[in-house]
């Protein structure tokens, strides 16, 4: 299934009246300016989708710091986005979709199967002279009707023994699968079998999801080699989804786990390991108690940095 859509389609559906409704989903782990850059300049008709409250429960640390929303929560989100049964809608964001892939990945779970990603975003769309509109757009309410579990997930146990089954890809930056450091969550380091794949390497140095041959051969390298046998984690099940949705174009189907790191590190009995290998220097041990938590407590706002939220 394509996922993908250009600023040039974009902007001819725009141009011809066909419906779409755009979502610009801005939100970077550590900021919270998302809401005030949308109304500086946005698509034309771009609707603001708060990643925080309308893609996500409080935390919770058995669920995680972004716990995917009841049906009933996200289905009155998205009528208030505007969307209605049938419509074609895009997402998009000014970080490489590492946000907006968020709203994708529900929206896809959710049974909307004309929903795609703007590929470049925001930038992408500037840079092809396409114009910005300023302001709040508020839509008229939509009928959009929302199911549940059209997209494939793992929990708490099934993450622990993905490695004996298949690969289980930690989309995290490196530092943090390393135990490096630990910029949000308790303990520091990456689930014990987990391979690392930040998921910063999806893309070109524009923001543009690499070609289906290039990313192909990268998680082919990790050792995905079956449509069902790849599971992606990273902080807190949001730029997790940009890697389901990179592995997708590669042609593989992946397989979500939404609590992520998050979850995993606020249960004590959990196992953790540190270093560059799935199994280096296991232990299990208290929250905090792990090399390099809290070790940094800034976090990247470059839109080719991000930590893996």
């Not at 066909?18 to 949308?38: I, N």
Request: charged share 20%.
């Amino acid at each position: 299934m394509t996922i993908l859509m250009d600023a040039s389609e974009v902007h001819r559906r725009l141009a011809a009246g066909e419906r779409t409704v755009l979502l610009d989903v801005r939100w970077v782990l550590g900021r919270t300016d998302g809401h005030s850059q949308y109304m500086e300049g946005h698509l034309p008709g771009a609707v603001f989708v708060d990643l925080p409250s309308e893609l996500a429960d409080h935390a919770q640390p058995a669920r995680g710091r972004h716990p995917l929303p009841s049906v009933e929560r996200f289905q009155l989100a998205a009528r208030r986005w505007g969307i209605n049964d049938g419509d074609t809608v895009v997402a998009y964001d000014n970080s490489g979709s590492m946000a907006a892939a968020r709203a994708w990945w529900m929206l896809r779970n959710a049974g909307v199967e004309t929903v795609y990603l703007l590929d470049g975003g925001l930038a992408a769309w500037r840079a092809a002279g396409h114009p910005v509109q300023a302001g709040e757009v508020t839509p008229a309410v939509g009928n959009v009707t929302l199911a549940d579990g059209k997209m494939p997930t793992i929990n708490e146990e099934e993450a622990a023994h993905w490695h004996e089954q298949g690969v289980l890809l930690d989309a995290r930056a490196g530092e943090r699968y390393r135990g490096e450091i630990e910029p949000i969550d308790p303990r520091a380091g990456h689930i014990p079998g987990a391979v690392s794949a930040p998921t910063t390497e999806n893309l070109t140095a524009e923001g543009r999801f690499l070609s289906a041959e290039e990313l192909r051969r990268r998680f082919a390298g990790l050792g995905a080699d079956g449509p069902g046998n790849v599971a992606v984690y990273c902080g807190s099940g949001v730029t997790a989804a940009h890697q389901v949705a990179a592995l997708e174009i590669a042609g593989y189907t992946a397989a979500l786990f939404p609590g992520s790191f998050s979850q995993w590190s606020n249960n004590d009995t959990n196992p953790v390991a540190v270093g560059s290998e799935p199994f280096e220097d296991e232990h299990v041990g208290n929250v905090g108690d792990a090399p390099g938590a809290h070790g940094q407590t800034g976090t990247s706002t470059a839109a080719g940095s991000s930590v893996g939220s």
